[in-house]
């Protein structure tokens, strides 16, 4: 794994499978490609023969590959369906019906042909307008879907049945992980879409998975069944309207004209080229094992218990890992409204002398604009006890300089979910920083005890910090303005580089009207609790 990253480096790999995907670049010349829905070959390739090499004996251990580049992430996941023997588990809160969902469902399909068993549990949020290809998606002897906390109205008065049920309906399953033969894993941050994987034309979500073998494995595979077996999974033929269901060969030919669409594009070579990829070929996929793995998970009954009966959140879990902090903490949430435990927590580590680091998503880079609402009110108390706020430019990749051949570059958004601890552990998996991860959505996460990942993934990250990057955010005096009445009025200010000048913000900076306006107003409404 490279321990050398550099942000410019990083995010033009970035752009450049996106702006492929998205510009005017013509198809591979010559490739005539094909979508065989029949059974392939069986592979004897399985993933030990490619997942083996760790830096340390593995013996008794977990071992991990870092996925922060999104086509590693992709790549490294239709690696795993694609050499399954035997099982498959999914388990993820979104799962679109777009190019990325097509991709993942099709090598899901050729894997049940080979006679692998696939469950997929879904989250049921997201499914409206999509039972058709879900129960497409189910249609083979070999795949099983299950809906969780499903909303029993499926079209008109689906929403309304969500406003009506808040307090069930409102709570939702957001695990994330992919398990093959109970012998390795992904978690992390990521869904199943197209803004996940660099392939949105609009939206670049910047995330963060990690792929994992060992000893934590078998582990992961327990909680995916402890929610599989959970009264609040459902099996989807009992739950998605099936009068609309189009016939398995029309539903077949769809998802064909979606996947030779990609395959004769520029993208599918660039994945490629993926450095996960690269290191299969080159049999250098090297693991870091850990002295220490902890897995911690919500139990799914958590979406239908007391929301303040946190005997079992891993949130409770967390705020004690937090009590063995020595010098520095460092949080990465794309979605931050700290609870007041956690702001006391905070206290007690700022009294110890940690340094605290929050990184977090702008006004302009979020995309649930009433968590920035929530999360305001927070700012002033942490910058007051010493807490460091940096928000991420949604327009750094529109700053960089431009070239002809790519069109209106993406605008970006934080959906990391992580957790520095010292140069000793770090936190992956689903869980944010909010009340709604804290109180209402159960969630999966690990919390890894290795300096060598620890400090890997820091420095990386560090190395990111800067304000071409990111607005650090303070709390202090306002410009006085011609109606304040030579009153003074304190504030938010946000501090970035601009032209390779110095600017402060004292409004959230680069924000819409309407985004700025439906954070001031979820501000003044009681719904924190949800957000």
């Known amino acids: 794994m490279k321990t050398k990253r550099n942000i410019v480096l990083v995010l033009l790999l970035l752009s450049t499978l996106f702006f492929s995907s ?13 979508c065989l829905l029949q059974k392939p070959t069986q592979t004897s390739a399985t993933l030990e023969k490619y997942l083996y090499k760790t830096d340390k ?5 977990s071992a991990f590959y870092p996925l922060a580049l999104p086509q590693d992430a992709l790549t490294a996941r239709l690696f795993f369906i694609d050499h399954a023997q035997k099982s498959i588990d999914v388990q993820y809160y979104i799962y679109e019906n777009d190019t990325i969902g097509a991709l993942f469902s ?3 399909y050729l894997a049940a042909l080979r006679g692998v068993k696939v469950r997929i549990l879904l989250d049921d949020i997201s499914t409206t307008g999509k039972d058709k290809e879900l129960i497409s998606l189910s249609q083979h002897q070999n795949i099983e879907l299950k809906l969780f906390n499903p909303n ?12 009506l049920d808040i307090n069930t309906l409102g709570k939702r399953m957001h695990n994330k992980a992919l398990i093959v033969d109970n012998y390795a894993a992904i978690i992390g941050g990521r869904n199943i879409g197209d803004v996940y994987y660099a392939s949105h034309p609009k939206t670049l979500f910047l995330d963060y998975d990690v792929l994992i073998i060992g000893k934590v494995v078998p582990e992961i595979s327990d909680s995916f069944n402890i929610y599989w077996n959970s009264k609040e999974a459902h099996f989807a033929q009992d739950i998605l309207d099936t009068d609309e269901n189009e016939p398995l060969a029309q539903a077949k030919q769809s998802l064909c004209l979606k996947i030779q669409k990609f395959q004769t594009s520029q993208r599918a070579k660039l994945l490629k080229d993926a450095p996960f990829t690269d290191a299969l070929k080159q049999d250098k996929l090297i693991f870091t094992v850990a002295r220490q793995t902890n897995l911690f998970y919500d139990l799914p009954n958590k979406v239908t218990s007391d929301e ?7 949130s409770k879990q967390i705020s004690e890992e937090l009590k063995e902090v020595d010098k520095e903490l460092l949080i990465i949430s794309p979605y931050f409204i700290p609870s007041e435990a956690l702001m006391q927590r905070f206290r007690e580590l700022r009294k110890k002398g940690v340094k605290i680091t929050v990184i977090t998503n702008s006004l302009a880079s979020t995309d649930v604009f009433p968590v920035y ?20 430019k949604a327009t750094l990749l529109q700053d960089m300089p431009k070239k002809k051949k790519f069109k209106k570059p993406p605008a970006l958004s934080l959906h990391t979910k992580l957790l520095f601890f010292d140069n000793k552990r770090i936190a992956i998996g689903s869980a944010n920083i909010d009340p709604r991860s804290e109180k209402l959505n159960t969630e999966l996460l690990v919390i890894v005890t290795s300096t060598s990942l620890t ?21 202090g005096k306002l410009p006085k303005g011609p109606f304040d009445d030579g009153i003074q009025h304190y504030g938010p200010i946000y501090t970035t580089l601009e032209n390779n000048h110095i600017k402060h913000y004292y409004t959230p900076p680069k924000a819409s009207f309407f985004k700025r306006l439906g954070a001031n107003i979820s501000r003044l409404l009681p ?5």
């Not at 303040?308 to 891993?314: M, S």
């Not at 700012?379 to 706020?389: C, R």
């Not at 719904?527 to 957000?531: A, K, P, T």
């Open 22 to 34: 998205c510009s005017t670049v013509q198809p591979l010349p010559n490739t005539k490609r094909q």
């Open 308 to 314: 303040n009966n946190n005997t079992h959140h891993i």
């Open 373 to 392: 609402g929530g999360y305001v009110s927070y700012i002033k108390p942490l910058t007051q006890m010493g807490v460091q706020i940096y928000e991420l």
């Open 455 to 475: 400090t890997q993934e820091k420095k990386y990250v560090k190395s990111l910090i800067s304000l071409k990057n990111f607005y650090e955010v303070s709390w």
């Open 106 to 108: 099709y090598h899901l």
């Open 152 to 163: 029993r109205f499926r079209t008109i008065f689906r929403n309304l049945a969500l406003l």
């Open 527 to 531: 719904i924190e609790g949800y957000l």
């Open 57 to 61: 004996t593995l013996a008794g251990h």
